[in-house]
């Protein structure tokens, strides 16, 4: 059996965070994602959509052992490729598709919540308007709810 990264962070409870515009093709993929494991995953998902900073309240008042946050990244790699990163990879690199305002939405979750944080980073091929899913894109949003749903053991 392949080793499932997400049964290894999902501890207590656990809220998923999808960031992203849909209009802008693969930076849609964190909402994308967040609609696709509605009612499929004992977690909370919230789809934030490009304003991650209007649901601060409704994350915290979950009050969450665990955080994942789900965003195009730039990391350097092929379409597609994804990484579980902590908070401070983010915090430090700049490598969100966002401005800054999602750096200063990880640090202000940490101090309310005192959470594990983790951000799921995408690459994406292309963020253009009037786009969907790239097709690699979208064989990683596949991919990804599918670890996720079968690491339902880990949640409480």
Known sequence: MVNNIFQSIFKGKVVIVGIGNTLRGDDGFGPALIGNLQGKVQAVCIDVGSAPEKYVNKITQERPNTILIVD???????????????????????????????????DYLQTQTQSRIYILGIQ????????GLSVRVKRTLDK??????NARDAFN
């Open 72 to 106: 195009a990244l730039h990391l350097d790699r092929e379409p597609g490729a994804y990484e579980i990163l902590q908070k401070d990879d983010i915090i430090q690199s700049g490598l969100s598709t966002h401005d800054i305002s999602i750096k200063m939405f990880i």
């Open 124 to 131: 994406p091929e292309a963020v253009a308007f009037g786009q």
């Open 144 to 149: 990804i709810e599918e670890l996720i749903i």
